[in-house]
């Protein structure tokens, strides 16, 4: 009776009563080398382990500094006027309309909205004169929205959004050779094409990290920008902060839907940062390309292992198979060896790399000295925080077995292929 005869007669319950008896004999085989195995256990344990915690700090890092960017002053979505972000001017501002408001204010995803008014100018004291950005805020409703107001460098913010109060960047005020409490000249032209000047009198400096922020803004009160700018009730964008990250895209799409049929845009804090988002992208790729040649050389230790526990007990398969044992079984045989190894390095390995997490969310790494004033130059947070993502896990350890998995398809073949003469007379 050949294997194609075995193979036929078989019932289900046999079938059942083999799985079981190859569960049974790849659990004992693995120990047969309990040397070899441990080794290979210890390396898909590594891989793992180093895999979660690397993605964790990544992921977790990159969600702090995204946190800490759009509480500063971003906010996680925008409203604009179509084509404000490529061309920035006061020709693309726009009025808050009824409908507007109660869109904003009906979606209790959106924590906090703070309307906004940019345009260029001209700050001069005494002999000196400089380029700057003018931002009209409302301070009751930044205070609530942003942590801008916190940035606060020397003297104090204003409180009043009408009165002629300013506050610069803190590098604008050491370019102008000036102090807090000097009175200065702002000079603009408005959305009529008028020139407009007002004398301000800085109370505060801001000190953000940004060079753009420290080097070359002014902050007034909303209604004080718009009488300079001339732009009536307009206003550049309104501001959005919700509760989660993870509400952008939803929320995103909501307001779409409102405001169809206006000329008005809804824009991620990644559109209007795009650089801040390549700098993630691009810190991404590095990371995952690192990972990547870790896992492709734990498989190969893998494969390596594998094939060498098939070599050595080739006779052993070749008497099996000249007594009809099926050789798919071989191969099932071969399978649930390499599968018990790597379940139990993904075991620990996610163990391992869960707490290894865990840990770093509880207590992050702060860094001080010339590291700290490296990130702040950047405008990142100088530490360094990680996550617990299911999905991070789940994805990690798909694709240790799926590599895993591959790296045995060559041992299994041979396996396969093997004839019952030959793996007798192997030595």
């Known amino acids: 009776m050949n294997n194609e005869e075995l193979r036929r007669d078989e019932t289900p319950g046999l079938k059942k009563r083999s799985l079981e008896l190859l569960l049974k004999m790849g659990w004992r085989n693995i120990w047969r080398n309990k040397r070899r195995t441990i080794i290979t256990m210890l390396a898909v344990t590594f891989a793992l382990t180093l895999s979660i915690g690397m993605r964790g700090i990544q992921l977790g890092t990159y969600e702090v500094n995204i946190k800490y960017v759009v509480e500063l002053f971003t906010g996680h979505l925008q409203i604009q006027r179509q084509g404000y972000q490529e061309n920035p001017t ?6 808050i309309t009824d409908s507007l408001r109660r869109l904003v204010e009906q979606d209790p995803r959106i924590v906090a909205s703070a309307p906004r008014l940019l345009g260029d100018g001209l700050i001069s004291f005494q002999e000196n004169s400089l380029g700057a950005l003018i931002i009209g805020i409302s301070p009751s409703r930044e205070r609530a929205f942003s942590k801008i107001m916190t940035k606060i460098h020397s003297g104090r913010f204003f409180r009043e959004d009408t009165a002629h109060d300013i506050v610069v960047g803190a590098q604008l005020l050491d370019n102008l050779k000036a102090h807090v409490g000097d009175k200065v000249v702002v000079l603009a032209q408005g959305l009529d094409g008028t020139l407009g000047n007002y004398k301000y009198r800085i109370v505060g400096t801001m000190k953000t990290g940004s060079p753009e922020f420290d080097g070359g803004s002014i ?25 989660d990250l993870q509400d952008i895209p939803s929320v995103q799409s909501s307001l ?27 810190d991404n790729v590095s990371g995952m390309l690192m990972l990547g040649i870790l896992i492709v050389v ?17 006779r052993e398969f070749g008497v099996a198979l000249s007594i009809g044992m099926p050789r798919e079984y071989l191969v099932v045989l071969v399978l649930f060896e390499t599968l018990f190894i790597v379940l139990i390095g993904i075991v620990i390995g996610n163990m ?4 290894i997490n865990y840990y770093i ?10 590291y700290e004033q490296v990130y702040a130059e950047y405008g990142f947070l100088p530490r360094i925080e990680s996550t617990l993502r299911p999905g991070m896990l789940f994805n990690s350890t798909i694709a ?28």
Request: net charge positive; proline share 3%; no cysteine.
């Open 90 to 95: 006061l020709q693309k501002s726009f009025v």
């Open 219 to 243: 902050f007034v009160g909303l209604s004080a920008a718009q009488e300079l700018l001339a732009a009536g009730n307009r206003v550049s964008m309104v501001a959005l902060m919700l509760k």
């Open 256 to 282: 779409k839907e409102g405001l169809a049929g206006t000329e008005l845009s809804v824009l991620a804090w990644n559109e209007v940062l795009p650089d801040l988002e390549q700098s993630i992208q691009l």
């Open 298 to 314: 734990v498989a190969f230790g893998i494969a390596n292992t594998v094939l060498m526990s098939v070599t050595e007990r080739f």
């Open 352 to 355: 391992l790399g869960s707490g």
């Open 361 to 370: 969310m509880r207590h992050p790494i702060v860094f001080g000295g010339e």
């Open 400 to 427: 240790t077995i799926i590599i895993s998995l591959l790296a045995t398809l060559y041992p299994l073949m041979k396996v396969y292929r093997l004839q019952p003469l030959k793996g007798i007379r192997y030595t």
